[in-house]
């Protein structure tokens, strides 16, 4: 079950974490894909996720540079009032495999309207590479979208206006703007739900809304190019998977693609 779980289950063989194919498919008369429509995210004290991700970097001949995976756990911890507004603390518990973790909380609001990131201390997970800064990737997904303004505090810092991470009811071909990349003004970050899809991974097979997280730097509701490609789908259940892929320059001028798909696995 993914929805309330007695809490994160360990799972004693690893290749429980490799995933079945996934099947993509846009939304076409006859093709067996259901549409969904969302009006909340399922922010319940007491639910939690799994996630399985793979991250690698390929050079220009398609040798690999650098190859990681790890387990990321999401739990909805609590009920709380910041700034006036009822959110959801989640916790974000992630693990490289090799004995390091990394723990962080994120603060999440269901609105008639849509999801909003509220606030967000101690940097966030690693499930979005907020490790690495030469990557740079850490504000492009559902729960670490907060930008510069995270450093490791005891307190939580509160963005104004919260990000909107997600527009209720979900509608293919809607866009908006979610106030991400530390400017409270900027429109030059946008999501658009773009498609239904059928998702299947180790958590099970899910009907899903697909969202595009993009760059918009020209204004004319396009990904803009050379930019990253940004993919989530989202069940009734929560995010079921991320696809992330880009062009990354380090600082010895080496430039490289990444790619990062993550799973719900549980």
Not at 18 to 27: A, F, M, N
Not at 82 to 106: C, E, M, P, R
Not at 185 to 208: E, H, P, Q
Request: hydrophobic residues 35%.
């Amino acid at each position: 079950m993914v929805k309330r779980p007695i809490f994160f289950v360990i799972i004693s063989s690893i290749c429980f974490f490799s995933c079945k194919k996934q099947k993509d498919t846009e939304p076409i008369a006859g093709n067996n894909v259901q549409p969904i429509q969302l009006n909340s995210f399922p922010l319940t004290v007491g639910n939690s996720w799994k996630y399985y991700s793979e991250l690698y970097f390929t050079d220009s001949i398609g040798n690999i540079g650098m190859y990681s995976y790890y387990n990321s756990f999401w739990e909805s911890l609590s009920d709380t009032v910041i700034n006036g507004i009822v959110s959801t603390k989640i916790s974000q518990l992630d693990s490289n495999f090799n004995g390091t973790t990394h723990l962080a909380h994120t603060y999440y609001a269901n609105e008639a309207d849509g999801l909003y990131g509220i606030a967000v201390e101690n940097l966030g997970g690693l499930f979005f590479l907020r490790e690495s800064e030469q990557v740079k990737l850490s504000t492009l997904n559902l729960f670490s979208s907060f930008g510069i303004y995270n450093t490791v505090m005891d307190t939580p810092f509160v963005p104004s206006p919260s990000l909107r991470l997600m527009k209720f009811p979900s509608t293919i071909n809607d866009i908006w703007i979610s106030y991400e990349y530390n400017n409270p003004t900027s429109d030059i970050f946008k999501r658009k739900w773009v498609a239904y899809s059928t998702i299947t991974t180790n958590a099970g097979t899910f009907d899903c809304i697909k969202m595009q997280l993009f760059f918009d730097y020209n204004f004319d509701n396009q990904p803009d190019s050379g930019t990253a490609n940004i993919i989530q789908y989202f069940s009734s259940k929560g995010l079921i998977q991320e696809e992330y892929n880009d062009i990354v320059t380090f600082a010895d001028g080496s430039t490289y693609t990444f790619n990062r798909i993550s799973k719900l696995i549980q």
